[in-house]
């Protein structure tokens, strides 16, 4: 190889709270992997994935992995934010400016990818994006409900 490549870490982080309806979080992970492998710069890419996060977990795994880009697949619940685990397995609202909290502390990351099932209403990602605006290196993409 003549030029250096850059790693990029993708993490991937899933929540699929007890009292929320079922996702086929698995398939999702499966599917991005897929796509990755089949990716002409594949070896460019790291991939860890956090299952069941907790809120605690959240900041942890940031931390501890220093991803680039971050893939969030679980539930959103209309303006309070995003559905995360608590200690029993419960959702956990995260709000919007908590989230944009803590992604503030790791500027110059990259992409925010928020892959969820809007539970009740919809959470748009108009709130974080309006708490992200601030960080210039930060885009923030939003999709829901793909399915598998």
């Known amino acids: 190889m003549s030029g250096e490549t850059s790693t990029k870490k993708i993490l991937i982080l899933t929540a699929n709270p007890k009292d929320t309806s079922k996702l086929r979080l698995d398939e ?17 890419f790291v991939v860890a994935s956090e299952w069941a996060v907790r809120t605690g977990d ?25 559905a995360f685990e608590n200690e029993t397995g ?13 992604f503030k502390l790791f500027k110059g990351r990259g992409l925010i990818n928020l892959n969820h099932f809007p539970s009740v209403g919809t959470f748009h990602g108009t709130s974080l994006q309006k708490e992200l605006h601030l960080i210039k290196s930060v885009f923030l993409r939003v999709r829901w409900n793909v399915s598998y």
């Open 90 to 102: 419960q959702a956990k609202l995260v709000s919007a400016t908590a989230l944009a909290g803590l």
């Open 58 to 82: 959240l900041q942890q795994a940031l931390f501890d992995f220093e991803p680039q880009i971050v893939h969030f697949c679980g539930h959103g619940v209309g303006e309070e934010g995003l």
């Open 28 to 44: 999702e992970v499966r599917a991005i992997r897929q796509r990755l492998r089949q990716a002409k710069e594949r070896d460019t």
